[in-house]
Structure formats: structure tokens, C-alpha cells
């Protein structure tokens, strides 16, 4: 009986050891690409104005059916705006947003600013200074030229941005709202479906 145990537990720890070497990776997944970031204002259904940045991916197929899909693609969106109040202080922003996989093809994962912000700080058009982090099943991925802002002067001026981003956007964490956190009948458009951490957080 222990011999049985022993040779199917052998068994079982090289049918696991072969699913994960023969399992889909980053490199033989769909190929995610930022191709453009934009900036509007839009009205919603109440006739307040809202502050859209629109990142919108590329992705490309690799061969085989895993190469049509790409796993829990995440979007970071990061930003800093002038205050209308000190045009000399910015105010720094971020949100992200995962969605369990992306097909071939074309997507768009919108964020907002809230109209009271936009009135506030009086936000019109684009934004001078902003980075969008992307990561496919948990690995990041090397930045390129359209995930940065042509305001950034050089790539010392980019680095400094990420450290102020990270003593300063927590105070406005939650401000920025990826478009699945926006009321659905405020907003037109949909993103893809986002993953929704807090629906297992009591289960663990």
C-alpha cells in the first residue's frame, strides 16, 4: 500500500511538473502593445464633465491557439497634472486595472477624474506628464516610447516623475477611477472586464 502511494504520488508530481513546462508563458502568449493614449473631456448622463485618459492596446497574435490570447493583461495608468491653485505644485494620480485575458485584436481601458476635480483644477485637453505601466500574467513589461509622455525632457525626468509618483499619489489614491469603477449609466463606452479582486479577498 505505501509502494502504491509512493509510485502515484511520483505520478502525479510529474503530471504537475510537465503542465506547468508545456503551460502557456508571457513568450508564447498574444503580444500586448500600448499603440495610443488620448485625452477628452466627456459629459455623462447628468451633464457633468469628466476627465478621460484612453489607453488603447494592441494585441498580436504568436502561433497556436495559446498564441490568440493574452493572460491577466494589467494597465497602470499614471499622471500629474498642475493645480489650478499653485501652478507651480502637481498633483499626482494612478490606478490600474487587470482583466483575466485579452483577445486578438484591439482594446481600451479608460480612467477618470471626477468632475469635481476637473472643475477644481479646471482640467482641460492633454495631459503634459503621464506614464502607463503594462504587465501580461504578472510579468512586467519593458516600457516603450508610447507608454511615455512627450512632455518628459529626458529619461533622468522620467525617473523622477516615478519617485514623486510614489511619495505623492498615494494621498489621491482612489480618485483616479478605472472606467469599470464609474457608474455604468454615467459614462458611454465599455472596457474590458476587469477582475474584481474584492470578490475572493474573504475567502482567503
Known amino acids: 500500500m505505501i509502494r502504491q502511494r509512493a509510485v502515484f504520488c511520483l505520478f502525479l508530481l510529474l503530471v504537475i511538473t510537465g503542465q506547468s513546462q508545456n503551460g502557456p508563458t508571457v513568450s508564447t502568449m498574444a503580444e500586448v502593445e500600448v499603440?495610443?493614449?488620448?485625452?477628452?473631456?466627456?459629459r455623462d448622463s447628468a451633464g457633468e464633465t469628466w476627465w478621460e485618459a484612453a489607453v488603447e492596446v494592441r494585441v498580436s497574435p504568436r502561433a497556436g491557439q495559446v498564441g490568440k490570447f493574452a493572460h491577466?493583461?494589467?494597465i497602470a495608468f499614471n499622471l500629474a497634472h498642475q493645480s489650478a491653485a499653485e501652478a507651480t505644485d502637481l498633483q499626482f494620480y494612478r490606478a490600474s486595472v487587470t482583466t483575466a485575458a485579452l483577445e486578438t485584436g484591439r482594446a481600451t481601458f479608460r480612467f477618470y477624474l471626477p468632475p469635481v476635480i476637473v472643475a477644481r483644477d479646471r482640467l482641460a485637453g492633454d495631459a503634459r506628464f503621464w506614464t502607463v505601466d503594462l504587465s501580461i500574467d504578472g510579468?512586467?513589461?519593458?516600457?516603450?516610447?508610447?507608454?511615455?509622455?512627450?512632455?518628459?525632457?529626458?529619461?533622468?525626468?522620467?525617473?523622477?516623475?516615478?519617485?514623486?509618483?510614489s511619495e505623492r499619489a498615494p494621498v489621491n489614491d482612489g480618485i483616479l477611477l478605472p472606467r469599470h469603477l464609474v457608474p455604468a449609466e454615467r459614462l458611454p463606452g465599455t472596457d474590458p472586464i476587469a477582475i474584481r479582486p474584492e470578490a475572493v479577498e474573504n475567502r482567503r
Open 139 to 165: 510579468q512586467a513589461q519593458p516600457p516603450d516610447r508610447q507608454q511615455i509622455a512627450a512632455g518628459f525632457s529626458s529619461a533622468a525626468a522620467v525617473a523622477n516623475f516615478r519617485q514623486q509618483l
Open 35 to 42: 499603440e495610443d493614449v488620448s485625452f477628452q473631456r466627456v
Open 72 to 74: 491577466r493583461v494589467q
